[in-house]
């Protein structure tokens, strides 16, 4: 399938070698926002306990290493190889060393900014650039290889600990016999295995250094991070990238963009709650709230097109509930509104994670054409509006053409059109011709 753009790490509203600097987790936020707390990156894994191997360890002719990759449903054997070489969170320790101030010197001042002497030593930073445990959780691998901060985002750091895992998942079916006796808890408390299949689970782990970030942060010139799933999990999107994992065909991608976008949604609002708990400044508060609405005005016609069960009502009036508080100022009510529409989120998710598109292909089409349809998204939200819009476009289009099978040849005409919506991502700002690029996708997509 062509791909709508190809576009390089970091132009996108100049996001840092594709991870985030020293962004706090959710689940490890105090009721203050005002707090600075440290990333503990075994919480996600449970007793903490487990111990982690270096990437290397999983090199090898007969591992992740392979010359080639092997033929579905074996496993693909080439992962280590597409990791090193083109896989952007291998970059993410280097960005701390040596950040690219040609691009944007701002990124060499954030540091400073923060009052962190050394970007590559800070707790703070290195919970979201490296896999940064206790040197007792480290485990020495086949040849003696060691854990090292400067693998960046490795495989245990989104897969689990691999003490108890690493033999025996080498046996081809071994998972795919594990999940069926075992959910996803389970394996991650049998085995320390964090499984990525599940796309809520997926969603949880990526969206936890790619979204919520704390004002201070930004203060510093750290970029507000931006996220849609789907479209950041397709490393086609971008220039000389590959994925080192293979996802289902047909409509999966509107399956995953669905899970992505309530996972962010509910820690979209979690930020904003906490920068009007808070007392963040009015900008900051104004780009929080519009980056949920952002997530909000897509995922909503999920629950208007009746893809997924949900109140749509209950939340279009807990939504209008924040948007009066964000009118009147009152950073304690837009937190808890934000709150609310949040927990609504997450009480949504396991349902959104259920969605089967490719047994309901006719609602991927229904909620592409309403989303291309609205003129409100860049009009409410700004270029936060118009990431989401843009990027689901994007994902939905391409989803119903795999699923579909729509001839590349039309792909590509149809892609050549949705790229006109990227134009006010590239400038960071929202393009006066916004409106008549959004005009003429809306006119291709399908009916």
Request: with cysteine; hydrophobic share 45%.
């Amino acid at each position: 399938m062509v791909p709508a753009t190809r576009r390089s790490i970091g132009k996108i509203l100049g996001i840092v070698a594709f991870a985030s600097l020293g962004l706090i987790p959710l689940w490890l936020r105090s009721a203050t926002a005002a707090d600075k707390l440290t990333i503990n990156p075994v919480a996600k894994f449970g007793s903490g306990n487990l111990k982690f191997s270096a990437a290397m360890s999983c090199q090898g002719s007969n591992c992740h290493s392979k010359a080639a990759a092997a033929a579905p449903p074996a496993q693909s054997g080439i992962e280590l190889t597409i990791w090193k070489s083109s896989d952007p969170h291998r970059m993410t320790f280097t960005s701390l060393v040596k950040p690219d101030v040609k691009k944007d010197p701002k990124f060499g001042d954030i540091a400073k900014n923060l009052k962190i002497a050394d970007a590559a030593k800070s707790e703070r930073c290195l919970g979201c650039h490296a896999l940064n445990v206790p040197e007792t959780l480290k485990e020495a691998g086949p040849a003696g290889e060691m854990l090292t901060l400067k693998e960046g985002v490795s495989c245990d750091a989104c897969h689990g600990p691999s003490e108890k895992y690493f033999k025996v998942h080498s046996k081809v079916g071994w998972l795919d016999g594990e999940r069926k006796k075992l959910d996803h808890d389970g394996l991650l408390k049998t085995h320390g295995l964090y499984d990525t299949k599940p796309v809520v689970a997926r969603a949880e782990k990526c969206v936890t250094c790619h979204l919520a970030i704390d004002d201070d942060l930004v203060k510093a010139g750290h970029p507000q991070p931006i996220f849609e799933l789907a479209y950041y999990s397709d490393f086609k999107n971008f220039e000389n990238l590959s994925n080192h994992w293979r996802d289902p065909g047909g409509y999966f991608g509107a399956k995953l963009w669905a899970a992505g976008q309530v996972i962010c949604l509910r820690d979209a609002m979690t930020q904003l709650a906490a920068r009007g708990a808070g007392g963040a400044p009015a900008d900051s508060l104004k780009d929080a709230y519009e980056q949920a609405m952002g997530h909000y005005g897509v995922f909503k016609q999920l629950l208007a097109a009746k893809a997924v069960a949900g109140d749509a009502a209950g939340m279009d009036a807990a939504v209008a509930k924040l948007s009066a508080a964000m009118k009147a100022a009152s950073g304690k009510d837009v937190a808890a509104s934000a709150t609310a529409i949040a927990a609504m989120a997450d009480k949504l998710a396991p349902i959104v994670g259920a969605y089967d598109p490719d047994k309901d292909p006719a609602s991927v089409t229904k909620v592409l054409a309403a989303i291309a349809a609205d003129a409100t998204l860049a009009k409410d939200n700004g270029l936060h509006g118009v990431e989401q819009q843009a990027l689901a476009i994007n994902t939905l289009y391409l989803a119903y053409a795999s699923g579909k099978k729509v001839a590349d040849a039309e792909v590509k005409a149809t892609s050549d059109i949705i790229a006109g919506l990227f134009k006010s991502l590239d400038d960071k700002k929202v393009d006066p011709d916004y409106t008549k690029a959004l005009s003429a996708a809306a006119a291709k997509m399908p009916k």
